[in-house]
């Protein structure tokens, strides 16, 4: 078996008595797409940030291309794209100069870097802003820009920090099938996001922290299948609670009311015990996987 692209073992980063990330083992496959969830402060950025060599780890192991983050930063850093959660683009230039400049730090002589700015705009639907000032680009532009920024130096492996958090859903479709593309091509991509849609749509393996430990990992459809019952009612604002049968798992969320059963037929017949209104009877999803290893409580 190859060697992984990026390989963790008891990776662990501590901020004073704070363990950001505990002893965490994992392994991201040459060309493949794992994304990370979890509640704000689950550790996911952390990992993200000792991957590309921007924090050491305070004990583990830690492997990318079978280099050493922080020991060998340049070299690693020379075959990896980071488009960060914040934007960090120069505001007072223009498009194409944003990445003219980090193509110089890249190391690109003249005629590559043109090269690849316009294979790039046009790879991100940005040819015709070329010339536009960043801040005169939309929220979707500027991640777009980040995220041609991020591929300028042709990297071997694409970190994505939350990379369509607050932008509408057309946006968010048309980055997903920049990334699927860039997939197929055989680029291996690290992300974070809480858009459970996101991590389906893009993953081949989903990974869910919480408190800085993973806590479960696999494909997101396996994880469904083994992890959830089929089927899920879920009503809102139940004044009166059914009797709920023994083949069905019930749990209650303040006004929020989950019932769910490997069988539809259970399901079908408390729904038509219930007021119509706030009441969808589905098939389970990655976001109930998720809620029942993290909680619904908020995590602040």
């Avoid at 130096?153 to 057309?170: M, S, V």
């Avoid at 968010?172 to 099938?177: E, P, V």
């Amino acid at each position: 078996m190859a060697e992984p692209i990026v390989q963790g073992q008891k990776l662990t980063k501590r901020y004073g008595e704070l363990v950001a990330v505990d002893a965490v083992d994992f392994d991201v496959a040459r060309g493949e797409c794992v994304a990370f969830l979890g509640p704000n402060g689950a550790g996911k950025t952390t990992l993200m940030r000792m991957v590309f060599s921007a924090v050491a780890r305070s004990e583990g192991e830690l492997r990318v291309f079978g280099l050493t983050p922080i020991d060998d930063r340049k070299r690693i850093n020379a075959a990896v794209g980071v488009v960060f959660q914040e934007n960090n683009l120069d505001e007072e230039l223009d498009v194409l100069d944003n990445l003219r400049i980090y193509a110089k730090y890249c190391g690109l002589d003249r005629r590559t870097a043109r090269r690849r700015c316009a294979e790039l705009l046009e790879l991100m639907s940005l040819s015709e802003k070329a010339q536009s000032k960043v801040r005169e680009l939309s929220g979707g532009m500027m991640r777009r820009l980040m995220i041609a920024r991020a591929l300028l130096g042709d990297p071997r492996l694409l970190i994505l920090d939350e990379p369509t958090t607050g932008l509408d859903p057309q946006v968010r479709h048309a980055i997903w099938a920049v990334l699927r593309r860039l997939k197929r091509e055989g680029l291996t991509i690290l992300l974070t996001t809480h858009y459970m849609e996101e991590a389906q749509a893009l993953a081949d393996r989903v990974t869910i922290m919480d408190r800085g430990k993973i806590i479960l990992c696999g494909p997101p459809a396996r994880l469904i299948e083994e992890q959830m019952e089929r089927f899920v009612l879920q009503a809102a604002g139940l004044e009166r609670r059914p009797r709920v049968p023994d083949s069905v798992r019930h749990e209650q969320v303040g006004d929020a009311d989950y019932f769910y059963c490997a069988a539809e037929e259970p399901l079908r017949a408390l729904a038509g015990e219930l007021p119509p209104s706030g009441v969808v009877l589905r098939h389970a999803n990655l976001e109930d996987v998720f809620f029942k290893f993290t909680g619904r409580g908020l995590h602040e």
